[in-house]
């Protein structure tokens, strides 16, 4: 895919700085000639860019200072990644038509397979989408695809990335194209929604906060990952994306294969409780942050042992690698997820302030009490709900201010009801 995609998008790639002249004036030649736009001379990098750019401002902007822009982000970029970086950057990013992003996903949405089983004929034909994704969208016009594919495909071959045979093969073979299943979006969201939501008014229509192109997106991630995912017995995959600054879930994917009635597909895994690990450290540190303690103290990296409930039972916590870094300042401590500094935190601040913390920033699971969690509350022992755990770190995001989330705008004519309705925020740290 790698070589399909510099041979359709940018044959210089492995030899300019992110900015090609050469590129520009050939491009600005053949436009003058056709009198109109035929070709492009952004480069790889460029789009990277450019594509960055779109999605953290949400829109595609246009004009001369938008490509100066682009230009220097390019030369930034090349000076901090490898080519090979910056190409799997623009394969992730890359549009593919039909609302599809990145290369992978296409790869499942069209063939029905990983990228690495397509044969060249299929990953030239994919190579081909990006430059123009409506002119070549292989569902409405597969022959302006397959034309531009010839053209990949002879493009390889001069440049020795394919044998003239394979070559040969590859403009012969018949492209087959597969659509994937249709079903409900977000099943589990739909079923929440459902649940949050008064039915006995009679028929009416629910505006959601669902966001239907990010959520097609997160299950196309998944989808398009699931070899590996099953390969480390990931068979259950939850996600879900929610707007600080709203309160509201933009996605939500609560297993990954619903209709996986062998793996439980069914249940909801947003809500289903599960050991966090690790991601429970934070509140550890915002506990004691609460008390006085500032981010440069220095904290004890090294063998330690803390009493237990039970009598002359110590515990000793261990590094996830097994080092033991000495005196490390707090902030380096919480950034690399060290156990042992953790937990001495803990042991200072006490299970009790945390587990406090922790319910206020609205974590409902916590059923028992402080001794029953002891110093393993702090990595991660308790079950939490991941749509809990997400609320709760956007708190940290508005500067320890938390919101109620919400599901839905309410019915045409009706206000929402239960976890629908959004309440006022309140500070927590």
């Known amino acids: 895919m790698r070589d399909a995609t510099i041979a359709a998008e940018d044959v210089r790639f492995r030899r300019h700085i992110g900015v090609d002249p050469i590129a520009i004036v050939r491009a600005a030649w053949r436009d003058i000639r056709a009198r109109r736009i035929v070709e492009g001379g952004s480069t790889i990098t460029q789009q990277v860019a450019e594509l960055l750019l779109r999605q953290q401002a949400g829109t595609r902007a246009r004009g001369w200072w938008t490509k100066a822009r682009e230009a220097v982000i390019a030369l930034r970029l090349e000076h901090r990644l490898t080519k090979d970086e910056i190409l799997a950057r623009y394969l992730s990013l890359a549009p593919y038509g039909n609302q599809i992003t990145g290369a992978a996903r296409a790869s499942q949405a069209y063939?029905?397979?990983p990228l690495a089983s397509l044969t060249v004929a299929?990953?030239?034909?994919l190579a081909a989408l990006p430059q123009q994704?409506?002119?070549?969208?292989?569902?409405?016009?597969?022959?302006?695809?397959?034309?531009r594919q010839r053209r990949i495909i002879a493009e390889m071959a001069s440049r020795?990335?394919?044998?003239?045979?394979?070559?040969?093969?590859?403009?012969?073979?018949?492209?087959?194209l597969e659509r994937e299943e249709g079903g409900t979006l977000a099943p589990h969201f739909v079923q929440r929604v459902l649940a949050n939501t008064d039915r006995t008014a009679g028929d009416?229509?629910?505006?959601?906060?669902?966001?239907?192109?990010?959520?097609?997106?997160?299950?196309?991630?998944?989808r398009a990952n699931r070899d590996s995912l099953t390969a480390h017995f990931a068979h259950n995959v939850a996600v879900a994306v929610l707007d600080n600054h709203t309160g509201?879930?933009?996605?939500?994917?609560?297993?990954?294969?619903?209709?996986?009635?062998?793996?439980?597909?069914?249940?909801?895994?947003?809500?289903?409780?599960?050991?966090?690990?690790?991601?429970?450290?934070?509140?550890?540190?915002?506990?004691?942050?609460?008390?006085?303690?500032?981010?440069?103290?220095?904290?004890?990296?090294?063998?330690?042992?803390?009493?237990?409930?039970?009598?002359?039972?110590?515990?000793?916590?261990?590094?996830?690698?097994?080092?033991?870094?000495?005196?490390?300042?707090?902030?380096?401590?919480?950034a690399g997820s060290e156990n042992v500094p953790?937990?001495?935190?803990?042991?200072?601040?006490?299970?009790?302030?945390?587990?406090?913390?922790?319910?206020?920033?609205?974590?409902?699971?916590?059923?028992?009490?402080?001794?029953?969690?002891?110093?393993?509350?702090?990595?991660?022992?308790a079950e939490v709900?991941?749509?809990?755990?997400?609320?709760?770190?956007?708190?940290?995001?508005?500067?320890?201010?938390?919101?109620?989330?919400?599901?839905?705008?309410?019915?045409?004519?009706?206000?929402?009801?239960?976890?629908m309705k959004p309440i006022d925020s309140q500070r927590i740290v």
């Open 111 to 113: 063939f029905g397979r």
């Open 122 to 125: 299929e990953t030239t034909f």
């Open 133 to 147: 994704p409506t002119r070549f969208n292989p569902w409405r016009r597969p022959d302006a695809a397959r034309a």
């Open 160 to 176: 020795k990335f394919i044998t003239a045979e394979a070559a040969g093969v590859a403009t012969r073979e018949h492209i087959s």
């Open 204 to 222: 009416r229509r629910i505006e959601t906060t669902l966001d239907a192109e990010l959520q097609r997106t997160v299950t196309g991630i998944i």
């Open 248 to 334: 509201e879930w933009l996605a939500w994917e609560g297993s990954g294969d619903y209709n996986d009635q062998a793996h439980g597909g069914a249940i909801d895994g947003v809500t289903s409780p599960r050991q966090p690990g690790s991601a429970l450290k934070p509140f550890t540190y915002a506990a004691a942050f609460e008390r006085g303690m500032y981010p440069g103290r220095a904290l004890a990296d090294v063998p330690s042992h803390f009493p237990t409930a039970q009598p002359g039972i110590l515990y000793e916590p261990r590094n996830y690698d097994g080092q033991y870094r000495g005196p490390l300042l707090a902030r380096y401590a919480l």
């Open 342 to 381: 953790a937990v001495a935190l803990a042991s200072e601040v006490g299970v009790p302030a945390i587990a406090r913390l922790l319910r206020q920033a609205g974590f409902t699971t916590l059923d028992n009490n402080a001794a029953y969690y002891g110093l393993g509350l702090t990595l991660g022992n």
């Open 385 to 419: 709900r991941l749509d809990e755990m997400i609320e709760a770190y956007a708190m940290f995001a508005r500067g320890g201010i938390s919101i109620r989330t919400t599901i839905g705008k309410g019915a045409k004519g009706q206000s929402a009801t239960g976890a």
